[in-house]
Structure formats: structure tokens, C-alpha cells
């Protein structure tokens, strides 16, 4: 497979693989259109990376709850997404007052499994900030292993897919993959 070797952060090491344009990112759904507040600054004056982290993780758990795993899915339907692996790149820096909005979607799925991704997109130079991948496995709450997703929320999510990132973001979403079965004896729940 062809790489990319460069000096240049925003550009892919490894499979060339295009990072989302800044419209392609603006497509998708927006979790949070803010500036950056004074309790997001570190001692370099910019965003802290924990600030980043945790704005890109939450908007594609939110447009879950908002496509039909909503506040009371863990304790009607005994059910949750697990947090198996995630990918962040940091792209360009944040600094006070600058605004900037958080945008997600999903790039593919299994029965058990859903790859998402976040995005932070600088609203002040046009460009990205930040692009987070994370791999979620379906579970039930108790039995604590991998269950497939509920139909409705499955056709909800593949709804999803097939009007936000048709095309570009499997393809942007390359620090992930997903995989049908764990490998043995890795101690991970199986997709």
C-alpha cells in the first residue's frame, strides 16, 4: 500500500488517506458551535489536548442519543456502546476567544460495532483543528460482552450514514478499522 512520508502535520503518515476538506466536516451534524472559554486554556495558551478530547468524544455519543439511544436506553433496554479504541490527530491550535464548532458522524458498522468520528473544526482560519476516531462496541449491561445493535437503532444509524459522509468519510476514517470477530486470547470484546 502506498504512503506518505512529509513534514507537513495535517498530512496522513502511513495509507494515503485525505483528511475531511473543512465542508465536508461542516456537513455533518454540529454537537457544539462555542469559542474557546478561559477554563479550556493551558499553560502553552492554547487548548488543552483534554478539552479537545472530550468535545470530540461526546458529539457522536450525543447524535446517538439524538438517533434513538436516548437517557434511558441503559436502564430500559440494559444496553450501552463501549469505548474500545480511539485515534486523535491534532491539526491546528485553539486560542482564547477563537470559535470553533464540533461536528460528528459515523463512518461504518457491524452487527456489534460502530466506527464514529469527531471532528473539531477551526470557525476563525477555516481549517481543522482536531480529528478524533472511535470504535465502539454494542454491549449488554449485564452480561458485560458484545450484543448486536437494536434494529431500530441500527436503521437509524445506517440512515445516518447514507446522508452525512456519503462517500468521503469511510475514507477519511482510516486510523480505525472494523473487524468482525476479536482475535483470540486478545481479551477484547468481540465485534
Given at each position: 500500500m502506498p504512503t506518505r512520508r512529509t513534514s507537513d502535520p495535517t498530512a496522513s503518515v502511513g495509507p494515503v488517506n485525505a483528511l475531511p476538506t473543512v465542508?465536508?466536516?461542516?456537513?455533518?451534524?454540529?454537537?457544539?458551535?462555542?469559542?474557546?472559554?478561559?477554563?479550556?486554556?493551558d499553560e502553552n495558551g492554547h487548548m488543552n489536548i483534554t478539552d479537545y478530547f472530550r468535545l470530540a468524544t461526546w458529539a457522536p455519543w450525543l447524535r446517538m442519543v439524538e438517533l434513538g439511544m436516548g437517557e434511558d436506553y441503559i436502564a430500559t433496554r440494559g444496553m450501552s456502546f463501549f469505548t474500545t479504541e480511539h485515534q486523535i490527530r491534532y491539526l491546528a491550535e485553539l486560542r482564547l476567544g477563537e470559535r470553533f464548532s464540533v461536528h460528528s458522524g459515523f463512518a461504518g458498522r457491524t452487527a456489534k460495532a460502530l466506527h464514529a468520528v469527531?471532528?473539531?473544526?477551526?470557525r476563525e482560519h477555516h481549517r481543522l483543528a482536531c480529528v478524533l476516531e472511535v470504535m465502539y462496541v454494542h454491549v449488554s449491561m449485564a452480561e458485560r460482552r458484545s450484543t448486536p445493535i437494536p434494529d431500530d437503532l441500527a436503521a437509524a444509524l445506517d440512515a445516518e450514514m447514507a446522508v452525512?459522509?456519503?462517500?468521503?468519510?469511510?475514507?477519511?476514517?482510516?486510523?480505525?478499522?472494523?473487524?468482525?470477530?476479536?482475535?483470540?486470547?486478545?481479551?477484547t470484546l468481540p465485534a
Open positions: 465542508e465536508q466536516a461542516l456537513s455533518l451534524p454540529a454537537a457544539f458551535d462555542q469559542v474557546v472559554s478561559e477554563d479550556f486554556i469527531g471532528v473539531v473544526v477551526d452525512h459522509g456519503v462517500g468521503w468519510l469511510p475514507a477519511a476514517a482510516h486510523g480505525l478499522t472494523l473487524h468482525r470477530t476479536a482475535p483470540a486470547g486478545s481479551g
